[in-house]
């Protein structure tokens, strides 16, 4: 059992950066791709990032590649989001993710934490 608790999201204006965490509990940490994705209000979920279970590989949304860079300390059972440029269509809820396998994947997520907002203003 894996259980995800997501931070850091607020209010920011556009063109600026924003740092999103997620504190999981368990003691296999490195054992588990993480992801975080993003809802936005009558839009379905999307995904936004992931991150292999040794940190090594990530894999990016095209819509943010470039802006966003997602990162993990497996000592902490700690990912983290960092977002730069914001724009107001990247308003909304950011959730992470644990994969049951170590390879990063855009996909087949079983583990889910409650969110966090980030709101982008123009």
């Known amino acids: 059992q894996v259980q995800l608790v997501e931070s850091g999201g607020g209010l920011v204006q556009a063109g600026g950066s924003l740092r999103v965490s997620c504190a999981a509990s368990g003691r296999t940490f490195s054992g588990y791709s993480m992801g975080w994705f993003r809802q936005a209000p009558g839009k379905e979920r999307e995904f936004v990032a992931a991150i292999s279970g040794s940190g090594l590989s990530e894999t990016y949304a095209a819509s943010v590649k470039g802006r966003f860079a997602m990162s993990r300390d497996n000592a902490k059972n700690t990912v983290y989001l960092q977002m730069s440029s914001l724009k107001p269509e990247d308003t909304a809820g950011y959730y992470c993710?644990?994969?049951?396998?170590?390879?990063?994947?855009?996909?087949?997520?079983?583990?889910w934490g409650q969110g966090t907002q980030v709101t982008a203003s123009s």
């Open positions: 993710a644990a994969n049951r396998s170590p390879v990063a994947s855009i996909d087949n997520y079983y583990y």
